[in-house]
């Protein structure tokens, strides 16, 4: 709870970005590791809706705190693109590196391990696209 509160004190747009990740990751992987294990889904597949659920959680979380945008349909579709590039991304990685990367490993480790990659290549690739989209964004309408 001290990180927490400590990573909330510092204010910065990048801190305020990786914590709401944080908290969507968690969601998203209980999503993602629920739907592989219990053998409902295909990886490619559970990690999809996974992201997609995660997605509407970040819009709601980051919009306005992170990227200074107000909840909008310009705001919106750009969130909107942004994140299925990242998805595409994220889908890439995750067959990518269960299926060649980390298969000496358990299952559940090639799991998590894929999810892991597919987590964090993304979050600064989308980050940037982001902050410098919204930036542009946010000089058009000021």
Do not use: C
Not at 35 to 51: C, D, E, K, P, Y
């Amino acid at each position: 709870m001290d990180l927490i509160k400590s990573i909330q004190r510092a204010n910065t747009a990048l801190t305020k970005y990786f914590l709401y990740s944080l908290i969507v990751t968690v969601f998203d992987t209980g999503i993602v590791w629920l739907l592989v294990r219990f053998s409902v889904l295909h990886l490619v597949a559970a990690n999809t809706i996974g992201v997609i659920a995660g997605f509407g959680l970040h819009y709601i979380l980051a919009s306005k705190s992170v990227f200074d945008a107000e909840y909008g349909i310009v705001g919106f579709v750009l969130y909107l693109i942004t994140f299925l590039f990242g998805l595409i991304l994220a889908n890439w990685l995750i067959y990518a590196s269960y299926s060649y990367v980390f298969t000496t490993y358990s299952e559940n480790f090639r799991i998590l391990m894929s999810k892991g990659v597919s987590i964090a290549v993304p979050f600064f690739a989308m980050y940037y696209m982001r902050k410098y989209l919204f930036l542009m964004l946010n000089k058009r309408s000021g």
